[in-house]
Nanobody, 118 residues
Framework: QVQLVESGGGLVQPGGSLRVSCALS????????MGWYRQAPGMERELVAS???????NYADSVKGRFTISRDNAKNTVILQMNSLKPEDTAVYYC????????????WGQGTQVTVSS
């Protein structure tokens, strides 16, 4: 059974840093890519950053230069390092993985709250 378990997040002041991690467990799949999405109240869920199995990284324009996504292939873990955080980064952050299990399927974590406020 595929499971994504997130950790990290919390409350930080503007300009501060946070790191969120996501561990993928299960078997019988190949990883196409993993990434992070976020959803603020009243807003649609949006891509923050993703990293493919080959290491290609993709970032939303709003986080380029501030956020870094990385992956530990041995542990099937993806990490989002968030620096220079702004109040507009406040949202629930969701880990996502696209896995090849016959077809290409997307899985989601339960979400973790990130709040940037003084």
């Amino acid at each position: 059974q595929v499971q994504l378990v997130e950790s990290g997040g919390g409350l930080v002041q503007p300009g501060g840093s946070l790191r969120v991690s996501c561990a993928l467990s299960g078997s019988g799949f190949s990883i196409y890519d993993m990434g992070w999405y976020r959803q603020a109240p009243g807003m649609e869920r949006e891509l923050v950053a993703s990293i493919s199995s080959g290491g290609h990284r993709n970032y939303a324009d709003s986080v380029k230069g501030r956020f870094t996504i990385s992956r530990d292939n041995a542990k099937n873990t993806v990490i989002l390092q968030m620096n220079s955080l702004k109040p507009e980064d406040t949202a629930v952050y969701y880990c996502s993985a696209r896995l090849i299990i016959g077809n290409l399927l997307r899985y989601w974590g339960q979400g973790t709250q990130v709040t940037v406020s003084s």
